[in-house]
């Protein structure tokens, strides 16, 4: 039989563990990590969009060049979910012959890396497509003649129109193709200057005569 005593005594133990309960409660709940902490944005979309640059007629003869900006959206771990950024691209013809596509610019699911080519209206056509960021520190580099090249970025070994940075003055052949360790053989090899790499490519396909971006990076 429970006595009168052992009553009191559970009364004025119960205020004393109502207050331990409540504080190992805020104690968990402050180690407990977030429930949802920041969850990306579910998207049924790819993040970039296509971008026409241009139509393969456009490019009537070698070493036609074309600039574009690319919008790339990537996710971003903010309350916006993604974020765009403009990235400056060139795409150039070059010779026939110069790069070969089999061993060239593969990219994946069928896309080409930076450099491809098609067959349209009884013509063929190669084309280079890549990021004018400098692949040394990420200036912008541009497109000049090989008169351009010789005075004003040090090299006079080329006879064609090339990329050339005006930072620290490297120089890329778009005809020319370079080993990147871990990617492949790319378009844009690195003929003068401190650059380590080619230009960054963009993926593309060549699709009913136009040129189509489909992401960079
Ligand atoms: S950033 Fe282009 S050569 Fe240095």
């Not at 296509?50 to 971003?76: C, N, P, S």
């Not at 006079?156 to 360790?181: E, I, N, R, W």
Request: glycine share 12%.
């Amino acid at each position: 039989m429970i006595d009168r005593r052992s009553i009191v005594k559970g009364i004025t133990i119960l205020p004393l563990l109502a207050v331990a309960g409540g504080i190992g409660t805020a104690l968990l709940s402050y180690l407990k990590p977030t429930w949802k902490p920041l969850a990306l944005p579910v998207t049924e979309k790819p993040l970039n969009e296509d971008k026409i640059v241009g139509t393969l007629e456009e490019f009537a003869k070698d070493y036609d060049v074309k600039e574009f900006i690319f919008t790339q959206v990537t996710v971003e771990y903010t309350a916006r979910g993604r974020a765009a950024t403009d990235v400056l691209g060139y795409a150039v013809r070059v010779p026939n012959g110069s790069l070969n596509a089999a061993e060239v610019g593969v990219g994946p699911n069928g896309l080409r890396r930076g450099y491809g080519e098609a067959d349209y209206k009884g013509q063929k056509y190669s084309i280079v497509v890549v990021s004018r960021i400098c692949a040394h520190l990420g200036c912008i580099f541009q497109y000049h003649t090989p008169a351009e090249v010789c005075s004003g970025f040090n090299y006079c070994g080329g006879k064609t129109p090339m990329f050339s940075c005006p930072c620290h003055l490297s120089v890329y052949d778009p005809a020319q193709k370079q080993d990147v360790p871990g990617v492949g053989q790319l378009a844009g090899k690195v003929v003068s200057g401190p650059a380590p790499r080619t230009p960054f490519p963009f993926d593309f396909a060549l699709e009913d005569g136009k040129i189509i971006v489909k992401s960079y990076g």
